[in-house]
């Protein structure tokens, strides 16, 4: 049978008291693995739902701003742009225009944002200009942390006014 060899005097001194011992502090680091977990995991999550908020903050402003640039386009008073040369929003074509956009921004917001939170106000902002303001509650994927009385989301609003210029 052999024998193990006896470790070097200097290793033998490197040793801790502890350790000489009899192992007292073997196995502490375990405890630090799982907590060290924890925090990652709910680190992951509050950047997921940030994430989530910036992206809602986002498809709103860009909803809000392609909105207002075509109503602006399209509710043009064409008879005072022929006969003056003023480029005016029609106010009655605006009407018109109003319900049909309204619908259709908020049935692209619908994924991201609560349902049936989505608010698109569509109003005129001067003779020649069309003010869009969007709001809604956007939803978080992980909702974690900052819950407020329950509710897993966060209101977001956007506002975006298209102007109409003639060049030249």
């Known amino acids: 049978m052999r024998t193990r060899p006896k470790p070097p005097a200097i290793a033998v001194a490197l040793r801790s008291p502890a350790t000489q011992a009899g192992d007292v502090e073997r196995g ?24 989530a908020v910036f992206l809602a903050q986002r498809e709103a402003s860009a909803a809000a701003s392609s909105l207002a640039n075509d109503l602006v386009s399209l509710a043009l008073d064409e008879a005072a742009l022929r ?3 003023i480029y005016r929003v029609d106010a009655s074509r605006l009407r018109q225009l109003t319900a049909g956009s309204q619908r259709m921004a908020q049935e692209r917001l619908s994924a991201i944002f609560e349902p049936g939170s989505v608010s698109v106000t569509i109003t005129a902002a001067g003779p020649s ?24 989301s966060r209101p977001v609003s956007a506002e975006a006014v298209g102007r109409a210029r003639l060049s030249g």
């Open 28 to 51: 502490s680091a375990l405890l630090l693995v799982p907590v060290g977990v924890l925090i990652v995991v709910l680190l992951a999550g509050i950047t997921v739902d940030s994430a």
């Open 83 to 85: 006969h003056h040369g």
């Open 129 to 152: 200009a069309v003010r869009v303001s969007v709001s809604g509650s956007a939803r978080r994927i992980i909702g974690l942390i900052g819950n407020v009385n329950g509710r897993s």
